[in-house]
C-alpha cells in the first residue's frame, strides 16, 4: 500500500479540520491558547510520554511553584525533583533544569523565538519545538506525534512504518504539506486533539467523523491496521532488592548517581540480583552478608512483591525492613534520616508505592 498523497482530501484537509475545531472541539486543557514560551515549554516536556489527564496537576503545580523560567532556574535541583515525583523519565526533568537556567542566565530570560533555537535547548526534539514555535509565535511548523501519525496513516492510507526512518521522514514532509501555514498553531492543536478525542488509538469514533466518507482505513477495513509499526520493544527485566535500614528513628538512603534509571533521585540501600531470589536466600545468605551478619539486625518486615514497568525495562523485587543494632560504614552519597522527614526527598514511583505502607508500620 503506498501513501495517497494526491487523495482528494490532501486540500482540503486543513479547511475540514479546521471546521471540526470550530464547531465540535470541546476538549479543554489549561495550556490551549497559552502564548508564553515559559508555559508552553513547560506543558510540552511535562507531556513528553505522559498522559494528559496525568500531566496536568503536575503543571499546575509547576506554574504555581514556578511562574517564570528565573525561578525555575534558581530552584534547588531537589525540589524540583520532589515536584517531577511520580512522572517518571528523570531525565526530562534533568533537561528541563538545563534549559530553564540557559535561558534565565545566557540568554536573560528571554526565551527562543525560532524553531532552530528553540530545538537546540536542551531535551527539545523535532516535535516538541514544532509545538513551541507554532504555540508561541504561530512559526509555520507541523507537530509530529503519536495523534498525527495515527490521523494521517488512516485517513491517506499510508502504511509506512511510523517508527522507520523512511516513515518519519515521510510523515514530518506530508504533514508540513497539510498544515495551514496561515493558522500553525491552531491548526497543530486541532489535530492532535482529533487524534485524541475522535481518531483514538483504540474504539475510534468513526461514525462522529468529519473525514469518514473519504478516510482509506474506514472505507477499506484498516482502522485497527494502521499506523504501521515495524519495531517491537525489548523487555529487561531487573531484579530489586531494597534494604530499609532503620536505627532507631532514622533511615538509610543514598542518591542514585550511575548513569541509570532513576539518576539523582534518592532509594534505599540496593541490592541488585541476576534473578528472584526467595526469602530464604535474602535473610539467609543476602542481608548477613551486607549487614553485620545473622545477629546484626531484626526483621521488621518483607514486602510482597512489587513490579514497575518502564519503557524497556520491569522492574520486580521486595524491600526488607531491618532495624540494625550498629549504623553501618556509608558512603558518602548515603545519609540517615529521620523516618517522618523522607516524604521530604524525590524518590522514584518503584519505592513511593513502598512508602504508602511503610509509613503505616509500626515502629
Same mark, same amino acid.
Given at each position: 500500500?503506498?501513501?495517497?498523497?494526491?487523495?482528494?482530501?490532501?486540500?482540503?484537509?486543513?479547511?475540514?479540520?479546521?471546521?471540526?475545531?470550530?464547531?465540535?472541539?470541546? %476538549?479543554?486543557?489549561?495550556?490551549?491558547?497559552?502564548?508564553?514560551?515559559?508555559?508552553?515549554?513547560l506543558?510540552?516536556?511535562?507531556?513528553?510520554?505522559?498522559?494528559?489527564?496525568?500531566?496536568?496537576?503536575?503543571y499546575?503545580?509547576?506554574?504555581?511553584?514556578f511562574?517564570?523560567?528565573?525561578?525555575?532556574?534558581?530552584?534547588?535541583?531537589?525540589?524540583?525533583?520532589?515536584?517531577?515525583?511520580?512522572?517518571?523519565?528523570?531525565?526530562?526533568c534533568?533537561?528541563?533544569?538545563?534549559?530553564?537556567?540557559?535561558?534565565?542566565?545566557?540568554?536573560?530570560?528571554d526565551?527562543?523565538?525560532?524553531? /532552530? /533555537?528553540?530545538?537546540?535547548?536542551?531535551?527539545?526534539?523535532?516535535?516538541?519545538a514544532?509545538?513551541?514555535?507554532?504555540?508561541?509565535?504561530?512559526?509555520?511548523?507541523?507537530?509530529?506525534?503519536?495523534?498525527?501519525? %495515527?490521523?494521517?496513516?488512516?485517513?491517506?492510507?499510508?502504511?509506512?512504518?511510523?517508527?522507520?526512518?523512511?516513515?518519519?521522514?515521510?510523515?514530518?514532509?506530508?504533514?508540513?504539506?497539510?498544515?495551514?501555514?496561515?493558522?500553525?498553531?491552531?491548526?497543530?492543536?486541532?489535530?492532535?486533539?482529533?487524534?485524541?478525542?475522535?481518531?483514538?488509538?483504540?474504539?475510534?469514533?468513526?461514525s462522529?467523523?468529519?473525514?469518514?466518507?473519504?478516510?482509506?482505513?474506514?472505507?477499506?477495513?484498516?482502522?485497527?491496521?494502521?499506523?504501521?509499526k515495524?519495531?517491537?520493544?525489548?523487555i529487561?527485566?531487573?531484579?530489586?532488592?531494597?534494604?530499609?535500614?532503620?536505627?532507631?528513628?532514622?533511615?538509610?538512603?543514598?542518591?542514585?548517581?550511575?548513569?541509570?534509571?532513576?539518576?539523582?533521585?534518592?532509594?534505599?540501600?540496593?541490592?541488585?540480583?541476576?534473578?528472584e531470589?526467595?526469602?530464604?536466600?535474602?535473610?539467609?545468605?543476602?542481608?548477613?552478608?551486607?549487614?553485620?551478619?545473622?545477629?546484626?539486625?531484626?526483621?521488621?518486615?518483607?514486602?510482597?512483591?512489587?513490579?514497575?514497568?518502564?519503557t524497556?525495562?520491569?522492574?520486580?523485587?521486595?524491600?526488607?525492613?531491618?532495624?540494625?543494632?550498629? %549504623?553501618?560504614?556509608?558512603?558518602?552519597?548515603?545519609?540517615?534520616?529521620?523516618?517522618?522527614?523522607?516524604?521530604?526527598?524525590?524518590?522514584?514511583k518503584f519505592?513511593?508505592?513502598?512508602?504508602?505502607?511503610?509509613?503505616?508500620?509500626?515502629?
Amino acid at each position: 500500500m503506498k501513501a495517497e498523497k494526491e487523495h482528494i482530501y490532501s486540500k482540503k484537509f486543513a479547511d475540514i479540520l479546521l471546521k471540526w475545531n470550530r464547531e465540535k472541539n470541546k %476538549r479543554q486543557m489549561p495550556w490551549k491558547g497559552e502564548k508564553d514560551p515559559y508555559k508552553i515549554w513547560l506543558s510540552e516536556i511535562i507531556l513528553q510520554q505522559t498522559r494528559v489527564e496525568q500531566g496536568l496537576q503536575y503543571y499546575q503545580n509547576f506554574i504555581k511553584a514556578f511562574p517564570d523560567v528565573h525561578k525555575l532556574a534558581n530552584a534547588p535541583d531537589q525540589k524540583v525533583f520532589k515536584l517531577w515525583e511520580g512522572l517518571g523519565y528523570y531525565s526530562r526533568c534533568r533537561n528541563l533544569l538545563a534549559s530553564a537556567r540557559f535561558i534565565s542566565k545566557d540568554l536573560n530570560g528571554d526565551f527562543p523565538e525560532t524553531y /532552530d /533555537d528553540i530545538k537546540n535547548l536542551k531535551g527539545v526534539g523535532p516535535y516538541t519545538a514544532a509545538a513551541i514555535s507554532s504555540f508561541a509565535f504561530n512559526l509555520p511548523f507541523a507537530v509530529v506525534d503519536g495523534n498525527v501519525f %495515527r490521523v494521517i496513516a488512516r485517513i491517506f492510507g499510508i502504511a509506512t512504518a511510523t517508527d522507520s526512518t523512511e516513515g518519519k521522514k515521510f510523515f514530518t514532509s506530508f504533514a508540513n504539506e497539510l498544515l495551514d501555514k496561515k493558522q500553525a498553531g491552531i491548526y497543530n492543536q486541532a489535530i492532535m486533539d482529533f487524534g485524541a478525542t475522535v481518531c483514538k488509538p483504540i474504539a475510534p469514533l468513526c461514525s462522529d467523523c468529519v473525514f469518514k466518507k473519504n478516510c482509506f482505513a474506514f472505507q477499506n477495513g484498516k482502522i485497527n491496521e494502521l499506523p504501521v509499526k515495524e519495531k517491537k520493544i525489548s523487555i529487561k527485566k531487573r531484579w530489586f532488592y531494597y534494604f530499609v535500614l532503620q536505627y532507631e528513628n532514622e533511615v538509610l538512603v543514598r542518591e542514585r548517581t550511575e548513569k541509570d534509571i532513576w539518576q539523582h533521585l534518592f532509594e534505599f540501600i540496593l541490592v541488585e540480583t541476576a534473578k528472584e531470589e526467595d526469602d530464604n536466600v535474602i535473610l539467609n545468605d543476602i542481608a548477613p552478608k551486607h549487614f553485620f551478619g545473622k545477629k546484626g539486625f531484626e526483621i521488621i518486615s518483607i514486602s510482597p512483591l512489587m513490579k514497575q514497568q518502564l519503557t524497556h525495562q520491569l522492574i520486580n523485587g521486595r524491600f526488607i525492613h531491618l532495624r540494625v543494632s550498629q %549504623r553501618p560504614a556509608v558512603t558518602d552519597n548515603c545519609i540517615w534520616v529521620k523516618k517522618e522527614k523522607l516524604k521530604n526527598y524525590a524518590f522514584p514511583k518503584f519505592i513511593t508505592q513502598y512508602l504508602n505502607s511503610f509509613f503505616r508500620e509500626k515502629k
